[in-house]
């Protein structure tokens, strides 16, 4: 285990879905119990960043609510760097149930390359499948200050590490991993057959 903070952010609104994302269930269980599945072990301590812990306490994962109530993924990144115990977070959402263990555990290899460590793929940064490091605090608390919530914003303002497609491609990715669900329909169409096949 590396000394890291793994966080698995849980407190959107989830208004696309219509229920809470966390658990919903994923090929016959709450998407939470999926995601932990895959970040178990990969970091010293895990923490759910979340405003409303009682569904989660059956899970025995700590769990941490956000700083700056409101302030969208930026304020759960915050809140989460935050409360961790070590200087680098890796934090990823709770509706990516297809992520992929040795792409996490790359991301995390280079986490002393930079502030923050980002997926880069097909051009977009993937910021909540990233690590981070406590160096990101002063920045990020001055945009949420000013109600600047696009979390890339504050990129400019730190140094970061883009790890491109032919990176993630060398260590087995397929871009699969940065997949969300955010609707019903993303949820049927995720619980289809043929969608171990990747996309």
Not at 3 to 19: D, F, H, L, N, Y
Not at 72 to 98: N, Q
Not at 139 to 155: G, P, Y
Request: with cysteine; net charge negative; charged share 20%.
């Amino acid at each position: 285990m590396k000394p890291i903070t793994v966080a698995i952010q849980a407190g959107g609104q989830s208004s696309r879905m219509g229920e809470d994302k966390s658990f919903v269930a994923y090929n016959g269980r709450p998407m939470i119990e999926t995601v932990l599945a895959q970040v178990a072990d990969l970091g010293a301590e895990t923490i759910i960043v979340t405003n409303n812990p009682e569904p989660y306490a059956y899970l025995g994962v700590p769990t941490v609510g956000d700083i700056f109530p409101d302030h969208g993924p930026l304020g759960g990144i915050h809140t989460a760097i935050a409360h961790a115990s070590h200087p680098h977070s890796l934090i990823v959402a709770c509706d990516m149930p297809w992520l992929e263990r040795p792409l996490l555990q790359y991301l995390i290899s280079l986490r002393h390359t930079a502030d923050v460590v980002v997926p880069l793929w097909d051009k977009f940064p993937e910021p909540l499948h990233a690590v981070y490091s406590k160096a990101c605090l002063p920045e990020i608390e001055a945009n949420l200050q000013a109600k600047r919530l696009k979390i890339t914003r504050f990129f400019g303002q730190v140094n970061v590490n883009y790890v491109r497609r032919e990176e993630i491609e060398e260590v087995g990715g397929n871009g699969r991993s940065f997949a969300n669900i955010n609707t019903p329909q993303d949820l049927t169409q995720a619980q289809q057959p043929d969608q171990h096949s990747g996309q």
